[in-house]
């Protein structure tokens, strides 16, 4: 597709349940990052996938907190037993995955809107 | 450790006027800088970013930012503010071998007709 794409686009659980986000990137980038927008802490970094290296899990802010790349290609963030304090923006993006990294151009889907009643 | 401080949650200009949104980071080494838009209900949009080079860097929609290391610096501007300009911007660090984007609060820019 010509974008990031992501769904749902919203999300409305019950505290306890597990949901599952969906990120479709840009097709050939082979890197591709989660962050969460909250309204207290802004973003905030979750994981990075690159290639089939082992993901950067440092940002996942706890254990019910997970996400696979299948083929390279579409990521799912899977929150186990939902708290309130989840409820945020789940922002996607995907990057070339050249070789500087540090300076590539990370394009970002529009988000999945998660609430947590 | 990376940081980015965005001076001003919102910023408020007449149609016309000057654009000035400020952004200064703390990074132990050379930084990569960046300055993201998020239009409501949008994912976010890169305007502009630093990486080497010249240290004024044009972007998109007439937006630049001038990257000075003495003052640990990364301001955005545009010389005459049009409606559409309204949205929230965010200022963005990578470096020191991450390649995670660390970024500002943001400030929400109102264009005043």
């Known amino acids: 597709g010509a974008g990031v794409s992501q769904s749902p686009s919203n999300k409305v659980t019950e505290k306890g349940k597990d949901v599952e986000l969906r990120c479709d990137p840009i097709?050939?980038?082979?890197?591709l990052y989660w962050y969460r927008q909250s309204l207290g802490q802004g973003l905030e970094f979750l994981i990075y996938?690159?290639?089939?290296?082992?993901?950067?899990k440092s940002g996942l802010p706890s254990d019910r907190f997970s996400a696979e790349r299948t083929g390279g290609s579409v990521s799912t963030l899977t929150i186990q037993r939902t708290q309130q304090e989840d409820s945020a923006v789940y922002l996607c993006?995907?990057?070339?995955?050249?070789?500087?990294?540090?300076?590539?151009?990370?394009?970002f889907g529009p988000g999945t809107r998660l609430t947590v009643l | 450790a990376q940081s980015v401080t965005q001076l001003g949650s919102h910023v408020s200009v007449s149609e016309g006027a000057l654009v000035l949104l400020r952004c200064n980071y703390s990074?132990?080494?050379?930084?990569?800088l960046f300055w993201y838009v998020q239009y409501p209900n949008q994912g976010l949009q890169l305007l502009l970013k630093y990486t080497t080079g010249a240290t004024l860097v044009k972007g998109i929609n007439g937006f630049e930012a001038e990257f000075k290391k003495s003052e640990t610096s990364f301001h955005l501007t545009k010389p005459s503010a049009h409606m559409s300009d309204a949205a929230e911007y965010f200022c963005?660090?990578?470096?020191?071998?991450?390649?995670?984007?660390?970024f500002g609060k943001g400030t929400k820019l109102s264009v005043i007709p």
């Open positions: 963005a660090v990578s470096g020191a071998g991450s390649y995670q984007l660390t």
């Open positions: 097709s050939g980038h082979t890197a």
């Open positions: 996938f690159q290639g089939n290296s082992a993901p950067d």
């Open positions: 993006a995907s990057s070339s995955g050249g070789p500087s990294p540090l300076t590539d151009t990370q394009y």
């Open positions: 990074s132990s080494v050379p930084p990569y």
